[in-house]
């Protein structure tokens, strides 16, 4: 009786693992686990140096990517939004790429509207998408205005107070690029901090992790995030838990589950193995 319920646990129905696994991932949307990443130092530095700069400092924001991204990425965005407007900064927001503007703008309402209260054109201004890439990158150097004339909803820029004596990166005390490859954070460090006198934060998926881990190191980036895992690290830090937790709660129940069918099909393979070696 035992061998024959060993031998149905060893030709398990693989589609128990995957319900199993499904419930462990979409459990953490009903139960809060709460489990706190230990912080590692890019996202530290990340959180110190936004924390260091004078309430209502100007920050000029660039955010870069698309629905594609968006799980890991988007969660980044509210939370940087979310502590520049506790410490009442103000951001001035952009985006290099065409499929993003729909989904900043709604990130922006959601924060910096509907939660803080701020009022548009003087917390905050968002001036939408403009093409051109690194030229784009290299033209605000010499002139936001002439590269932005009117924002997102049409606006000429020289009517948002915000944007009062804003000329160039100078006005600004960081630049904090949000993106998912191409144009981003390689290109803002090849064409905006090696020639002009801005300190950049970034905040990208995880699969760049190699390649801006360097210019951390090399201080070229002040800050970094990466990944769903940098996001969750950062949420904890300004004590905002959101979808990067809970993500990485869902992650962390997969993995668990992971391992018990591991141990459990390794358990049952050796008991029959032996129970066939006595008999």
């Known amino acids: 009786m035992a061998h024959t319920t060993l031998q149905r646990l060893e030709k398990l129905d693989r589609r128990w693992v995957f319900l199993a696994m499904a419930i462990a991932v979409a459990s953490p949307l009903f139960f809060k686990l709460g489990l706190a990443p230990k912080t590692t130092p890019p996202v530290k530095a990340f959180y110190d140096y936004i924390e260091a700069l004078p309430p209502g400092s100007r920050v000029l924001c660039s955010f870069d990517y698309d629905p594609g991204s968006k799980a890991e990425l988007n969660p980044m965005c509210i939370g940087v939004l979310e502590h520049l407007m506790v410490k009442g900064h103000k951001p001035v927001i952009i985006t290099l790429w065409s499929t993003a503007p ?30 051109g890439r690194e030229a784009v990158m290299v033209a605000m150097g010499k ?25 160039n990166y100078e006005q600004f005390s960081a630049l904090i690029n949000v993106s998912a490859g191409y144009p981003g954070t390689k290109e803002y460090v090849q064409y905006v901090t090696s020639r002009f006198d801005i300190p950049m934060l970034s905040g990208s998926s995880a699969v760049s992790v190699p390649e801006y881990s360097a210019y951390f190191q090399s201080g070229q980036l002040k800050g970094l995030l990466t990944g769903i895992t940098g996001a969750a690290e950062y949420e ?36 029959i193995r032996r129970e066939k070696s006595k008999g």
Request: hydrophobic share 40%.
């Open 102 to 131: 729909a989904l900043i703008e709604r990130n922006i309402n959601l924060i910096c509207r509907d939660k803080y209260g701020k009022q548009y054109g003087t917390d905050y201004a968002y001036l939408g998408l403009k093409e």
């Open 143 to 167: 002139s936001i205005r002439s590269t932005f004339p009117v924002d997102f909803y049409r606006t000429p820029v020289d009517q948002l107070p915000l944007m009062n004596g804003v000329e």
């Open 236 to 271: 904890t830090l300004i004590n905002k838990p959101g979808l990067a937790m809970t993500s990485m709660d869902g992650q962390t129940m997969g993995h668990f589950v992971i391992i018990a069918f591991i141990l459990f099909g390794n358990i049952v393979y050796f008991i």
